[in-house]
């Protein structure tokens, strides 16, 4: 027994990172990716988990406001033009996607208000023609 452990981990089946800490997207991917970029020196235990973390909320929460666009629109699958609709309409996604252009995204449709046309204040009740009496 030099070193070798216990012996009943053998049969176990190894667990990923990310179910250990309860997420979708890759621990172990977004790991080898910070330590491929040489953003620092040294990249700590927790800051790929706390990153794919980051990273499955923003995507969860731009595809359930692009689902609801999509919804809208009477459509089952969300498009690109979904995408953009749910970002720019949601203040804090597009104050932090100001800079992004999403392909096919389209624009948000905007007529000033100066060129609506005016609205009469007429509230007489009768729709229609009105008659004139002399």
């Known amino acids: 027994m030099s070193g070798r452990g216990k012996g009943k981990t053998a049969g176990k089946k190894s667990v990923s990172r990310s179910a250990k800490a309860g997420l979708q997207f890759p621990v172990g991917r977004i790991a080898r990716y910070l330590k491929k970029g040489k953003y620092a020196e040294r990249i700590g235990a927790g800051a790929p988990v706390y990153l794919a973390a980051v ?3 923003l995507a969860a929460e731009v595809l359930e406001l692009a689902g609801n666009a999509a919804r809208d629109n009477k459509k089952t699958r969300i498009v690109p033009r979904h995408i953009q609709l749910a970002v720019r ?3 804090e996604l597009s104050k932090l996607l100001g800079n992004v252009t999403i392909a096919a995204g389209g624009v948000l449709p905007n007529i000033h208000s100066v060129l609506l046309p005016k609205k009469t204040g007429k509230k007489d009740g009768a ?3 009105v008659s004139q009496e002399f």
């Open 55 to 57: 990273l499955e909320y």
């Open 89 to 91: 309409n949601d203040e």
């Open 127 to 129: 729709s229609g023609s």
